[in-house]
């Protein structure tokens, strides 16, 4: 895509759960038999990393372990989330506070001091939709390689004979429901009054029997969507 120099730039959004170290690395990477090298083509700018301010608090706090959510490897797994968010927060350079309209100005202020003892450095911004100034993160020119590739997380990952997926790593999976009939909004809702622990993040489009709405996140932040159009082949 870069060879091609139709882009000026180019975001790249990993999956919710995604380590930041192995993407980093990936720019790096260099492979002299199959003649792979992307610092030839581009750089990396800048690692971005986005906090649900509300729900912040619920996994670093917790001290839930995989095992406790039904995600572990087996029984002696003491894994837990907050390992995966804690390496989210420590290998970035921007982080994006988002949802900051859910909680108090005090409660923000006691997240921001502590996320910056974990990044000092990083650049902390305030968000509500997730809605920034695309200048915050686009052509910054914040990723440092030689600083990135001095810390322990980066070391750690090079040490490893085969990187472990996310998925595997920390017993998180994922799947996709679709179906071409509407909920009834009354048992969704109950269901959604009982969320289960184990769920982690969920998003999408609801076609309720009365309206459609987007769902994002799992605290049932819904706003109305587009006319939900049905069409069948003959």
């Not at 995604?18 to 581009?42: H, N």
Request: glycine share 4%.
């Amino acid at each position: 895509m870069a060879g091609e120099k139709r882009f000026d730039y180019i975001l790249i959004e990993s999956a919710g759960i995604g380590e930041p170290i192995p993407v980093a690395q990936t720019f790096t990477y260099v492979d002299k038999e199959l003649e792979i090298d992307l610092s030839r083509f581009c750089r990396l700018d800048c690692m971005v990393t986005v906090i649900d301010v509300y729900r912040f608090w619920k996994d670093f706090s917790s001290g839930e372990t995989l095992l406790e959510r039904n995600q572990a490897a087996g029984e002696d797994d003491g894994r837990n989330v907050v390992d995966l968010l804690v390496s989210q927060i420590e290998f970035c350079d921007v982080l994006i506070l988002n949802k900051c309209d859910r909680v108090t100005d005090d409660e923000l202020a006691v997240l921001e001091a502590v996320l910056r003892k974990l990044q000092p450095r990083a650049r902390l911004i305030r968000a509500v939709h997730d809605r920034i100034d695309p200048a915050d993160i686009l052509n910054t020119g914040l990723f440092h390689y030689e600083k990135a590739s001095r810390s322990a997380g980066w070391i750690k990952e090079l040490e490893k004979p085969v990187h472990t997926p996310e998925t595997e790593e920390y017993g998180i999976s994922s799947f996709v429901y679709e179906r071409a009939r509407p909920f009834h909004p009354e048992r969704l809702m109950r269901w959604m009054e009982a969320w289960p622990a184990e769920i982690v993040r969920a998003k999408g489009i609801l076609w309720l029997a009365t309206r459609s709405l987007s769902h994002h996140g799992i605290r049932h932040t819904e706003t109305a969507s587009t006319r939900w159009y049905l069409s069948a082949s003959t």
